[in-house]
């Protein structure tokens, strides 16, 4: 499941419901004691059962009344609730009208003992005997489909999921639906919760230098993390084992009570078997030590974040097949860190989230971090004229408020933006100018210039171009952009309108590449020597990830390529895109670049950098 919208009300500063929409990188920018951190503690609530208080209640709000809610899309594509009969959440009517699984978790603070009420807000029938069939045991339900004269002669009856698709297909009149809440945690229904559970997001919660809790030493030790990652891969057969032992168990259970009523039957009455199912990946110590024997946690906190950064990176580096279903939630990911490191974890965030289902969510202070932003990603919170927080999203309110409150360009010494598609293209670009750079050409070193501050990337992606250009236009400094040609002749350029406006403009000026995209310029001898793999010299129009990744695929063995799905290939592609812009384009050369580029594209991009800067 991916995770798109998370709403919450009375929640300690939240008392008037406010909502968020979550991207791939969602990052909360605001004052401090603006409500931030509050939601990523409440998402840590809802996805982890973490401890609520009394005190958690907004002050000014109703206490009774604190509800978390998250809609989700990407549903499993089946369910199994009963008798081992496959259904899903849309035959069962449990999505909203808008097709998501929306699940609201409500507690009450106003009494000591917290316990959430979960409910399902979905599109369900309310039509009188068809709208409580969810709630209804297989008896029961066998009994509504004789009173609803409801033909079961060739429906497995000892189905629940059937009965009851049985029984809505047969109605006499057009069934009404309407958004309802639908208690999923009740004794009835926790079937369906306990399915719909283990295919919620992994929420891993790295915390700020504040106080930490039992649950920050977990999430701060990322070791701990890797484990519950692991445990999820392997969910299926450890929820088997589980079953037999819980099964096991409940035979010994039922025949000791069952003797215990021989002797004592009002006694008995009191016993039921019960079992917890464990919680696998607590039953796994790891830590981080150094020679002295002393754990990550007593660490500093500059050395801590730099454990933390490259632990994302290892992430990248081992997910080629894709992450699926967790979100990484990181308070103040620049803390103790130079700029340097926070711009090398923006671009591995950036990384991450290109595989599988991952998500990052951060809040960041940071002018560095949030220019390197995509502009979707933006969620700026303030108060409104009542005092309510307010959450502005990814539009030119937010943009603008985020950038007046963050002061992202305030003082800079930038010299020019430089616009691609994507992180991948500014990794090539830092790589190529500074191979060139070190062979003795007279081109700048961009990887060094961005470090001082004189250029900044912009990664467009496939965000609104003249959104972007329009927010750089009042600052009055040099822009240019690179967009790949991805049409093949006599066909134009994928960017031809934006790269007009964007060269009307003073100082400013748009290029488009002549062959497919960027990796068209990487010589077949650099990607050989970085993927350890023969290739012939691919064409101007080739997809030369493609082309890489089915070759690295075939190699390994397995499945044939063209019986892989669309998102493995995709992954793949996806892998083979960044290790070609950041290895294979490291192993580029002079000679090499003059023999994949005889028109010399990439040294006059280079030549128009620096004439732009030096102006």
């Known amino acids: 499941m991916r995770l798109v919208n998370v709403r919450i009300r009375n929640f300690r500063c939240f008392r008037r419901e406010m909502s968020m929409p979550v991207s791939k990188i969602t990052a909360i920018i605001g004052r401090n004691d603006i409500g931030k951190s509050s939601i990523l503690d409440a998402l840590d609530i809802f996805f982890n059962d973490s401890k609520i208080e009394?005190?958690?209640?907004?002050?000014?709000?109703?206490?009774?009344?604190?509800?978390?809610?998250?809609?989700?899309?990407?549903?499993?594509?089946?369910?199994?609730?009963?008798?081992?009969?496959?259904?899903?959440?849309a035959q069962e009517h449990l999505l909203n009208q808008n097709g998501r699984l929306e699940i609201h978790k409500k507690y009450n603070c106003s009494i000591k003992t917290i316990k959430p009420v979960i409910f399902a807000c979905a599109y369900h029938p309310t039509?009188?005997?068809?709208d409580d069939l969810l709630t209804l045991k297989i008896t029961e339900l066998k009994q509504r489909a004789q009173d609803l004269h409801v033909d079961l002669s060739e429906t497995d009856r000892r189905v629940a999921t059937l009965i009851r698709q049985k029984i809505w297909q047969n109605a006499p009149d057009?069934?009404?639906?309407?958004?309802?809440?639908i208690e999923i945690n009740s004794e009835i229904l926790k079937a369906i919760y306990e399915q719909l559970k283990k295919c919620f997001p992994c929420f891993a919660l790295f915390r700020s230098d504040r106080a930490s809790t039992d649950q920050d030493a977990e999430a701060q030790d990322p070791m701990m993390l890797a484990a519950k990652e692991?445990?999820?891969d392997k969910q299926e057969q450890l929820t088997e084992i589980s079953n037999y032992v819980t099964s096991k168990v409940k035979d010994i259970a039922d025949t000791t009570v069952e003797k215990l009523r021989e002797m004592d039957p009002s006694l008995a009455q009191q016993m039921?078997?019960?079992?917890?199912?464990p919680e696998w990946h607590r039953s796994f110590k790891f830590s981080l030590t150094d020679e002295s024997a002393i754990s990550l946690n007593k660490r500093g906190s500059g050395v801590r974040r730099l454990v933390l950064i490259n632990f994302f990176r290892a992430k990248v580096e081992k997910q080629a097949g894709g992450l699926s279903n967790i979100i990484y939630a990181i308070e103040e990911p620049e803390?103790?860190?130079?700029?340097?490191?926070?711009?090398?974890?923006?671009?591995?965030f950036t990384e991450l989230t290109q595989y599988g289902r991952c998500q990052i969510l951060l809040t960041t202070h940071t002018p560095v971090m949030a220019k390197l932003l995509p502009t979707d990603a933006i969620r700026f919170i303030s108060t409104d004229g009542q005092g309510d927080r307010a959450i502005y999203t990814s539009d030119d309110v937010a943009l603008e408020r985020a950038t007046k409150s963050l002061g992202v360009l305030p003082d800079h010494n930038v010299r020019l933006f430089i616009g691609v598609e994507?992180?991948?293209?500014?990794?090539?670009?830092?790589?190529?100018?500074?191979?060139?750079?070190?062979?003795?050409?007279n081109v700048c070193d961009l990887?060094?210039?961005?470090?001082?501050?004189m250029i900044m990337f912009i990664p467009l992606g496939g965000s609104n171009v003249q959104r972007w250009t329009s927010r750089l236009a009042g600052l009055n400094i040099p822009e240019y952009y690179i967009f790949d040609r991805d049409e093949v002749p006599p066909q134009q350029p994928h960017y031809i309108n934006e790269m007009s406006i964007i060269n009307a403009r003073p100082r400013c000026q748009a290029v488009h590449t002549n062959k497919r995209e960027i990796e068209n310029y990487i010589h077949a001898d650099a990607i050989s020597r970085a993927f350890g793999i023969q290739i012939n010299p691919p064409s101007d129009y080739d997809d030369v990830p493609e082309i890489v990744a089915r070759k690295v695929h075939e190699l390994a063995g397995g499945d044939p390529w063209d019986t892989l799905d669309d998102e493995k290939k995709d992954k793949k592609c996806k892998n083979a895109k960044r290790r070609l812009n950041l290895e294979a384009a490291r192993l580029m050369t002079p000679n090499l670049l003059t023999q994949i580029d005889p028109n010399n594209e990439i040294r006059s991009w280079l030549s128009a950098i620096k004439r732009l800067i030096e102006q």
């Open 54 to 89: 009394q005190e958690d209640a907004c002050k000014s709000g109703d206490a009774s009344d604190v509800t978390i809610i998250c809609e989700f899309e990407d549903m499993p594509r089946s369910l199994i609730i009963d008798a081992d009969y496959a259904t899903t959440l």
């Open 127 to 130: 039509s009188v005997q068809y």
């Open 174 to 181: 057009e069934l009404i639906f309407q958004n309802r809440l």
């Open 230 to 232: 692991a445990v999820a």
């Open 272 to 277: 039921n078997p019960n079992c917890k199912p």
């Open 335 to 348: 803390t103790s860190q130079h700029p340097a490191n926070q711009k090398l974890l923006m671009t591995v």
């Open 422 to 441: 994507g992180p991948n293209d500014i990794e090539f670009l830092r790589n190529i100018s500074g191979v060139l750079m070190r062979a003795g050409e």
């Open 447 to 453: 990887c060094d210039m961005e470090n001082r501050g």
